[in-house]
């Protein structure tokens, strides 16, 4: 199984829009080639994930849960790629602090040997 995050990101519009019409405005693809990888998600599932007729679209059982960890796993990999880019830019990353209780008295013996 080769589920591709494009696919999820189709499945959760499908999933909110409950029309594919209006899932595809809003991912900015045509609605043919969407219900088209929406078939080959549910092959890969092995599932059917929306109950289709003519005039409505509905979450099947696998599709309500398939939905909660589809939006799961995409903020999982948002929040990956936001942690990436901070630690690339230098926003976040691992500072060591190392400390001695003996702090005050390094001044006084480096002037001493300076």
Do not use: C, K, W
């Not at 409950?18 to 219900?35: M, V």
């Amino acid at each position: 199984m080769n589920i591709e995050l494009r696919h999820l990101r189709y499945f959760v519009a499908v999933a909110e829009e409950l029309h594919f019409g209006r899932a595809a405005a809003r991912l900015n693809i045509s609605q043919p080639p969407l219900s088209q990888q929406i078939q080959i998600l549910e092959q890969q599932v092995g599932a059917r994930l929306l109950a289709r007729t003519n005039r409505s679209v509905a979450l099947t059982a696998a599709g309500r849960q398939f939905l909660v960890d589809s939006r799961h796993i995409l903020s999982l990999v948002n929040d990956a790629a936001a942690r990436a880019e901070r630690l690339h830019q230098g926003e976040a990353g691992e500072i060591r602090i190392g400390f001695t209780s003996s702090a005050p008295f390094i001044r006084a013996v480096s002037h001493t040997f300076s």
